[in-house]
T-cell receptor, first 114, second 110 residues
Framework: SAVISQKPSRDICQRGTSLTIQCQVD?????MFWYRQQPGQSLTLIAT?????????ESGFVIDKFPISRPNLTFSTLTVSNMSPEDSSIYLCSVWKGLNTEAFFGQGTRLTVV | GENVEQHPSTLSVQEGDSAVIKCTYS??????FPWYKQELGKRPQLIIDIRSNVGEKKDQRIAVTLNKTAKHFSLHITETQPEDSAVYFC?????????FGAGTRLTVKP
């Protein structure tokens, strides 16, 4: 298994500001991902966090809005930049220990933009 | 890319009855199919998974079946209990790409 610590668990932010969410895993993992989950909705992949290189973004998500870092095999950050109320959502990190293993999720960050 | 459709979106059953949730996928190269349970305010957690070389897998009251030809897989929960109430997500994975269904809100009435 993998123990994931995601911080902060929740935050209320002013529009126009930025928030950085951290994801720390207790062991080295192959893959790290960031998802967004609107209330009552499914999990939408934002990007794959690549260790030592730029993240791979899904259609509709761009680096300027959601910069991602992954300096090593156990840690990643997602920044939500220049926030607007539409960015209010739950953001989750997810990891795979290997390519053929299950996905584990962090507890999520509930973001409210006012 | 992969597209996963999940039905029904909501399901209400009486305690003790069975519940079935169905998913279809579009990419025939997908080879791993997990099911996640998400309780209110909690993270999604894996409850069962199946790989493409297996047709059925069972774990106590939970079972998953896979039909590769038809590209669909199903979650079966027998003898449902109120604590089974949650949102269930299916997913299909090919290599580094995993896509989730829209989710099914299951309510088990005591």
């Amino acid at each position: 298994s993998a123990v994931i610590s995601q911080k902060p668990s929740r935050d209320i932010c002013q529009r126009g500001t930025s928030l950085t969410i951290q994801c720390q895993v207790d062991s080295q993992v192959t893959m790290m991902f960031w998802y967004r989950q609107q209330p009552g909705q499914s999990l939408t992949l934002i990007a794959t966090a690549n260790q030592g290189s730029e993240a791979t973004y899904e259609s509709g998500f761009v680096i300027d809005k959601f910069p991602i870092s992954r300096p090593n095999l156990t840690f990643s950050t997602l920044t939500v930049s220049n926030m607007s109320p539409e960015d209010s959502s739950i953001y989750l990190c997810s990891v795979w220990k290997g390519l053929n293993t299950e996905a584990f999720f962090g507890q999520g960050t509930r973001l409210t933009v006012v | 890319g992969e597209n996963v459709e999940q039905h029904p979106s909501t399901l209400s059953v009486q305690e003790g009855d069975s519940a079935v949730i169905k998913c279809t996928y579009s990419d025939s190269a997908s080879n791993y199919f997990p099911w996640y349970k998400q309780e209110l305010g909690k993270r999604p957690q894996l409850i069962i998974d199946i790989r493409s070389n297996v047709g059925e897998k069972k774990d106590q009251r939970i079972a998953v079946t896979l039909n590769k030809t038809a590209k669909h897989f199903s979650l079966h929960i027998t003898e449902t209990q109120p604590e089974d109430s949650a949102v269930y997500f299916c997913a299909a994975r090919r290599n580094n790409d995993m896509r989730f269904g829209a989710g099914t809100r299951l309510t088990v009435k005591p």
